[in-house]
């Protein structure tokens, strides 16, 4: 059973545009949402991460817009540039079970110079 | 180091052999995971070491897989009798006071292993 839905699976973008990945998850016990990018080769590195008390989070060209109620939240990157070009993968995590955690099934961006 | 380091870096082992993985988390951080990346997959959880506690196992497919961390710092991943569905990208992390509040998993550059 997946618990974290992760669309599109790709995505191409023009640069200067906006991409926007989608999650949506089942667990309510969740408390931390971070999105991590991966580099090829690189292992994942945290990019912005929300907590369940705020419904969105901004740094720099990276927001995070967090629906609790539909149990969903979404990364979009302004500006997109080339270097943005990653695999991109949002994550579900509960602190009181050590936080491990559940991944989406992750996002390849493409951003077209 | 100022980062989690792993190795190998590749692995290529014949089916049905064991092989091991080790992982050097950040110095002094006393959470360590495992996660396996399989082709075009997200990443799975395996494994978590908490300090001196237990162990959490719930994700190990098999018990073909285990794993350990000695003096809370080095940990190795084993796989026995490997089979041709173990080839991924095993990926370490390590945190700091994970069951405390929220905090970043720093992860390595992965094991990439292949199994003919």
């Known amino acids: 059973q997946q618990q974290v839905k992760q669309s599109p699976q790709s995505l191409i973008v023009q640069k200067g545009g906006i991409s926007i990945i989608n999650c949506a998850y089942e667990?309510?016990?969740?408390?931390?949402f971070p999105w991590y990018q991966q580099f090829p080769g690189k292992g994942p590195a945290l990019l912005i991460a929300?907590?369940?008390?705020?419904s969105e989070k901004k740094e720099g060209r990276f927001t995070i817009s967090f629906n609790k109620s539909a149990k969903q939240f979404s990364l979009h990157i302004m500006d997109s540039q080339p270097g943005d070009s990653a695999t991109y993968f949002c994550?579900?995590?509960?602190?009181?079970?050590?936080?491990?955690?559940?991944f989406g099934e992750g996002t390849q961006l493409t951003v077209n110079p | 180091g100022a980062g989690v380091s792993q190795s190998p870096s590749n692995k290529v082992t014949e089916k049905g052999k064991d092989v091991e993985l080790r992982c050097d988390p950040i110095?002094?951080?006393?959470?360590l995971y495992w996660y396996r990346q399989s082709l075009g997959q997200g990443l799975e959880f395996l494994i978590y070491?908490?300090?001196?506690?237990?162990?959490?196992k719930s994700g190990l497919p098999s018990d073909r897989f285990s794993a350990e961390r000695t003096g809370g710092s080095v940990s190795t991943l084993t796989i026995q009798r490997t089979q041709q569905e173990d080839s991924a990208v095993y990926l370490c992390?390590?945190?700091?006071?994970?069951?405390?509040?929220?905090?970043?998993?720093?992860f390595g550059p992965g094991t990439r292993l292949t199994v003919l």
């Open positions: 994550a579900c995590e509960q602190v009181t079970s050590g936080s491990r955690l559940t």
């Open positions: 929300i907590r369940p008390d705020v």
């Open positions: 070491f908490q300090g001196n506690s237990a162990p959490d």
């Open positions: 110095s002094g951080h006393t959470a």
């Open positions: 992390a390590s945190s700091s006071s994970p069951t405390v509040t929220y905090n970043e998993q720093f």
């Open positions: 667990n309510t016990a969740f408390d931390y």
